[in-house]
């Protein structure tokens, strides 16, 4: 997205994690600056306002790919799309990783 940034150690982040966890998605922490400052997923919950699409990253699977909603707005869209593909593996695989890797928003 244009409004997020990625923090200076992201990729060093990813990178670890991905090694780690090659096989499994991952979900990093992401803070948003609209607003009020706080953090993605308080509760490590699949939900809709609680994963934004820069902080996951999935296995290349192409058969646990969720769709992409028709009928719904472009700026909510990849939202569902990740929800729905996150949703096809199973709970205990998906890797929650505390590092906040993403600032959505960024104050200037």
């Not at 607003?35 to 809709?48: D, E, H, S």
């Not at 609680?50 to 472009?74: A, Q, R, S, Y």
Request: charged share 25%.
């Amino acid at each position: 997205d244009d409004d997020d940034i990625y923090t200076p150690d992201a990729f060093k982040v990813i990178h670890q994690a991905i090694v780690t966890h090659s096989n499994n998605p991952i979900i990093f922490r992401m803070l948003d600056w609209h607003g009020n400052r706080y953090v993605f997923w308080r509760k490590r919950k699949l939900a809709l306002g609680n994963i934004g699409t820069p902080m996951v990253c999935l296995p290349n699977d192409i058969n646990k790919l969720g769709k992409w909603p028709e009928g719904i707005k472009e700026y909510a869209g990849d939202a569902y799309f990740i929800h729905s593909t996150l949703s096809r593996w199973p709970k205990k695989s998906i890797v929650w990783i505390e590092d906040c890797i993403v600032i959505c928003r960024p104050e200037i």
